[in-house]
T-cell receptor, first 114, second 113 residues
Framework: DAGVIQSPRHEVTEMGQEVTLRCKPI?????LFWYRQTMMRGLELLIY????????DSGMPEDRFSAKMPNASFSTLKIQPSEPRDSAVYFC????????????FGPGTRLTVL | QQPVQSPQAVILREGEDAVINCSSS?????VHWYRQKHGEAPVFLMI?????EQKGHEKISASFNEKKQQSSLYLTASQLSYSGTYFC??????????????FGKGTLLTVNP
């Protein structure tokens, strides 16, 4: 398997623009996670899905952030409008099962909002 | 809810040992350990489960004290390749039958020749 695939790897945008990050989980995995990593806050869980259904979105910072998982092989994280404080590395991860199972992380998307 | 890791950073010479600690204020179902090298994604090392079961890396060991809600990662005879940031993740019940994995801020380990 190719592992978790994320695109784009780097995104530079201007404040106010819409940003869409994409993720393809490992085939057969039933959990998908979106994380944000910054120096100040570390690795934060934003939202996670089980069988394409959002389970816990309590980490989503505000209404500007939304995530979807239309099918088992694709998920998006959208920021609209983007702000400079959204600059971070966004990781997508997937796992087979939740409890007691390792998560496989994608390479991340480095987002810079000017 | 974020677990607390200590130390924040440690510098070793090749061959030396290190211990990284992780503590939580919540009852834990499991503790995960990951390592992240600069510019890369976190990579799974091991999971410690309630009841003492472990699964993961052969050359790195860890302990899990369920009563104290603490875990420690033991890196013995460190190698240059051990350098990176180590994260513990604590898995707690978040409601109903759902669980949540929350990561600490990480411990930066540098191994010098």
């Amino acid at each position: 398997d190719a592992g978790v695939i994320q695109s784009p790897r780097h995104e530079v945008t201007e404040m106010g623009q819409e940003v869409t990050l994409r993720c393809k989980p490992i085939s057969g995995h039933d959990y998908l996670f979106w994380y944000r990593q910054t120096m100040m806050r570390g690795l934060e869980l934003l939202i996670y899905f089980n069988n394409n259904v959002p389970i816990d979105d309590s980490g989503m910072p505000e209404d500007r952030f939304s995530a979807k998982m239309p099918n088992a092989s694709f998920s998006t994280l959208k920021i609209q409008p983007s702000e400079p404080r959204d600059s971070a590395v966004y990781f997508c991860a997937s796992s087979f099962g939740m409890v007691y199972n390792e998560q496989f992380f994608g390479p991340g998307t480095r987002l810079t909002v000017l | 809810q974020q677990p607390v890791q200590s130390p924040q950073a440690v510098i070793l010479r090749e061959g030396e040992d290190a211990v990284i600690n992780c503590s939580s204020s919540k009852a834990l179902y499991s503790v995960h350990w990951y390592r992240q090298k600069h510019g890369e994604a976190p990579v799974f090392l091991m999971i410690l489960l309630k009841g003492g079961e472990q699964k993961g890396h052969e050359k790195i060991s860890a302990s899990f004290n369920e009563k104290k809600q603490q875990s420690s990662l033991y890196l013995t005879a460190s190698q240059l390749s051990y350098s990176g940031t180590y994260f513990c993740g604590t898995e707690i019940k978040s409601g109903g039958s759902n669980y949540k994995l929350t990561f600490g801020k990480g411990t930066l380990l540098t191994v010098n020749p």
